[in-house]
């Protein structure tokens, strides 16, 4: 991977586009730095608690803490994503966005741009949920929101006046961002979208190292079982990584026979070739699902004042990460989620369709219904090792903690298996892509 980054630097055409990406990326981590008029985290402390399993610490972590500090990217790339996800289903329900989708360049671009409002009013929404939540909630008896010069919270007029500013100042970074996004996508190098993610995440690493090796906050300060119990978690998190980087690279090869046709005076066929079918063919994409279903419970309880002994603390206790049921209902969820994507992205009738539109066939099996049965026995059976392959990344985390919390040594890995995905996902696209942008301008034409 460092020699591909060293190989890309020395060509010019990309050490330009290198250095671009990485300008948007400071400009990026600048703004997730600067806090939006009227709010004040400081004084508060911050938003999320690390070791609690609600949607605010989700938010927290997909944006690089800066929903944590009530800065101008605090709502970061989520509502893109979450508009994106919201159209690529909708295409497939709605027979209209199907056939924009499959009318070239200009219904790509169409659906980009409804995907852009719907982004911006998805962005709408959360910051003034992100509102309402900072004017009503008090830490250590301090509001997060700036008040008057005579420390009273604002009234009438100016109360408006700041809520009007606050949600605008945070549905303007919103569109920011998808902008620079956009922008390392035309003049830079990888999926815009996906860096900014990226860096978003990389940023919290320095405060996983300090909750892990700070001689005075961190865990190996607390001696003992600890001195051994910190190198296990990096060994564990440099073995995910190894984990991630050979599932995301295994793929189910369909051997495919191409019979020999003549066209004028030429004859072509009459290859062997396959289709690859990854084993992680969803991605992050059902953990992300999963994770956001499962933080809504906990979100809600942190708008309502729960009685103790009551059935609804019951209610919210089983949906805490720390409790078996939580952990039960995440890997059912991964697995339904990775089945519904799998569906979405493949379907077994189209692929033996165009495999018998080109004259090929997968030996020992007959072209139509039996092709398209054993393309679907084969997407049904690594869909599910897929899966299983996720949820080992996903529940390592809580188990982790719960073994060591059993043992009276509790640890909260603030950097989860969803951050790990993420972050070697990325990592492998960008360098592909580098090693893909070099071939091209390596390859020698037939007037060389």
């Known amino acids: 991977m460092f020699q591909t980054f060293i190989n890309a630097w020395k060509i010019a055409d990309l050490r330009k586009k290198m250095l671009f990406t990485a300008l948007i990326l400071l400009i ?4 997730a730095a600067i806090p939006v008029p009227f709010v004040d985290i400081g004084s508060a402390g911050i938003i999320a608690d690390p070791n609690a399993g609600n949607f605010m610490n989700y938010l927290s972590m997909m944006t690089g803490d800066a929903f944590n500090y009530g800065t101008i990217f605090a709502m970061s790339i989520t509502p893109y994503i979450n508009s994106s ?16 989708s ?51 919270d604002f009234t009438g ?13 945070l549905t303007a970074g919103t569109a920011l961002i998808m902008w620079l996004g956009e922008q390392i996508n035309d003049k830079g190098i990888g999926n815009g979208i996906s860096l900014i993610l990226f860096a978003g995440i990389v940023s919290r690493i320095p405060t996983m190292v300090t909750q892990l090796f700070h001689p005075e906050r961190g865990y190996i ?20 990584i190894a984990f991630i980087v050979w599932m995301d690279n295994s793929e189910r090869r369909i051997p495919v026979q191409y019979a020999k046709r003549v066209v004028g005076r030429k004859m072509y066929g009459g290859q062997s070739t396959h289709i690859p079918i990854k084993v992680n063919m969803s991605g992050v994409m059902p953990i992300i699902f999963a994770s956001s279903i ?20 019951t209610f919210f206790n089983l949906f805490k990460a720390q409790s078996p049921f939580y952990a039960v209902i995440y890997f059912v969820l991964i697995i339904f989620f990775a089945y519904f994507y799998a569906t979405i992205q493949y379907n077994p009738i189209e692929m033996a369709n165009n495999i018998r539109k080109n004259s090929g066939a997968i030996p020992g099996i007959r072209p139509g219904k039996p092709t398209s049965d054993y393309i679907s026995r084969i997407l049904s059976r690594i869909t599910l090792l897929g899966a299983l392959l996720l949820s080992v990344v996903a529940l390592f985390p809580i188990l982790f903690s719960q073994i060591t919390s059993l043992a009276n040594h509790p640890m909260n890995i603030s950097l989860g298996g969803t951050s790990i995905i993420i972050l070697v996902g990325v990592a492998l696209e960008t360098v592909k892509q580098l090693e893909s942008q070099m071939m091209m301008r390596h390859y020698k034409g037939f007037l060389d």
């Open 221 to 240: 300060s607390k001696g003992g079982a600890y001195y051994a119990l910190v190198p296990i978690v990096v060994v564990c998190v440099l073995l995910m």
């Open 102 to 152: 499959k009318d070239g360049e200009e219904g790509r671009k169409k659906i980009a741009s409804i995907t852009r409002y719907v982004a911006v009013a998805l962005g709408l929404l959360q910051s003034t949920a992100y509102y309402f939540y900072l004017r009503n909630t008090k830490t250590n008896g301090v509001n997060f929101l700036l008040k008057s010069a005579n420390g009273a």
């Open 85 to 100: 996800i919201i159209m690529q289903l909708l295409t497939v329900a709605i027979p209209a966005l199907e056939r924009l």
């Open 294 to 313: 499962l933080s809504l419970p906990p979100t809600i309880e942190l708008f309502m004042k729960v009685k103790e002994g009551s059935g609804w603390e």
């Open 157 to 169: 007029g100016w109360a408006v006046f700041q809520a009007i500013v606050i949600i605008l100042v």
């Open 28 to 31: 990026f981590r600048i703004g």
